[in-house]
């Protein structure tokens, strides 16, 4: 009976500390452990086990694309305008072109700077001397305006005088003829003011131009299809399109028209450079177009639009 108590009690006293919580063992294994001898660290900075090597390859590497995103901003700000064909600062690249030499402005013709004759303006009526513009409406040549100038109105008052029939002027009046002369003259005077381009709209403004450019461009004579001649009218006429959405840049039609014009120029342009390398690069210096403004993809968006029209 007393070694029974006696083993309770043993039991009772050791069962304590063999079940002791989980949290207090841990606890006290971690406050008797020894520390570690190093202890890992995170910071944002090279680890400091890192190679000479290795440092140096990675150094290298962040430089080389600092580079070259720089070298991408440098190329997107240099970035020709659609429009015009040549980057902003690049005016004389136009202002040398063959094209811009050979083209009538609207606002010159009809302020009459070189399009008429020191004639009507230096000389008053009566005083013999007869209206004759320096530029022509319809698309006529020079050629054309002398014969019906110069050659028309003799012939016509000498027919007028004569009749279908006659052949001498032995019987005929001086005085008629000379009325008939001078009725001719005034007929030749007005004829010559209807065909003079400052009396022209925009559209005889463009036969003219168009007539010039055919002149200058086309590799023979009449030549109106080459591809040199096509990107010259095409020149122009985005050229004035811009000036027009420039003064109504509300014109939301003539926008998709202007896009489409420089697509199409685009077009003509490499298909030239398939053609011909030395041809590509002289038609772009004679209407002032820089490669990189047709070259790759043609991007015309809203913001350069908005941009060309409102001046921003």
Same mark, same amino acid.
């Given at each position: 009976m007393l070694s029974r108590t006696a083993f309770q009690l043993a039991r009772g006293a050791a069962a304590p500390t063999?079940? &002791?919580?989980?949290?207090?063992?841990?606890?006290? !294994? +971690?406050?008797?452990?020894? &520390?570690?001898?190093?202890?890992?660290?995170?910071?944002?900075? &090279?680890?400091?086990?890192?190679? @000479?090597?290795?440092?140096?390859?990675? +150094? !290298?590497? #962040?430089?080389?694309? $600092?580079?070259?995103?720089?070298?991408?901003r440098q190329h997107e700000q240099s970035r020709p305008d659609p429009v015009l064909g040549y980057a902003q600062g690049n005016q004389e690249l136009w202002d040398k072109s063959l094209l811009k030499q050979i083209l009538l402005r609207k606002e010159d013709v009809w302020a009459g700077k070189g399009a008429g004759s020191a004639a009507e303006e230096g000389s008053p009526a009566g005083s013999g001397e007869h209206y004759t513009p320096h530029l022509f409406n319809f698309g006529l040549k020079a050629e054309t305006a002398h014969q019906l100038s110069d050659l028309l109105p003799?012939?016509?008052a000498l027919r007028s005088t004569l009749g279908d029939q006659a052949t001498s002027v032995g019987s005929v009046m001086v005085s008629r003829f000379e009325d008939?002369?001078? &009725?001719?003259?005034?007929?030749?005077?007005? +004829?010559?003011?209807?065909?003079?381009?400052?009396?022209? $709209?925009? #559209?005889? *403004?463009?036969?003219?131009?168009?007539?010039? *450019?055919?002149?200058?461009f086309g590799r023979v004579p009449g030549d109106t299809a080459s591809p040199e001649v096509q990107a010259a009218i095409l020149t122009m006429r985005i050229r004035s399109l811009s000036s027009h959405l420039i003064?109504?840049?509300?014109? *939301?039609?003539?926008?998709?028209?202007? @896009? +489409?014009? *420089?697509?199409r120029r685009a077009r003509l342009l490499k298909y030239l450079r398939k053609v011909s390398v030395t041809r590509y690069e002289d038609v772009l210096d004679k209407i002032g177009v820089e490669p990189r403004a047709v070259e790759g993809e043609v991007v015309i968006t809203k913001e350069d639009l908005r941009t060309m029209i409102r001046g921003q």
């Open positions: 063999s079940f &002791a919580p989980l949290a207090s063992t841990s606890r006290a !294994v +971690l406050l008797h452990s020894p &520390a570690p001898s190093q202890q890992r660290t995170f910071s944002a900075s &090279a680890p400091a086990s890192e190679s @000479r090597g290795k440092r140096k390859t990675r +150094l !290298v590497r #962040k430089a080389n694309l $600092d580079k070259k995103a720089q070298l991408v003799p012939t016509a008939a002369t001078r &009725a001719e003259q005034e007929k030749r005077d007005t +004829l010559m003011r209807i065909v003079d381009l400052r009396n022209a $709209d925009s #559209k005889g *403004i463009e036969v003219e131009n168009t007539r010039r *450019i055919v002149e200058a003064a109504l840049p509300r014109d *939301i039609q003539n926008r998709q028209a202007l @896009r +489409l014009m *420089i697509s």
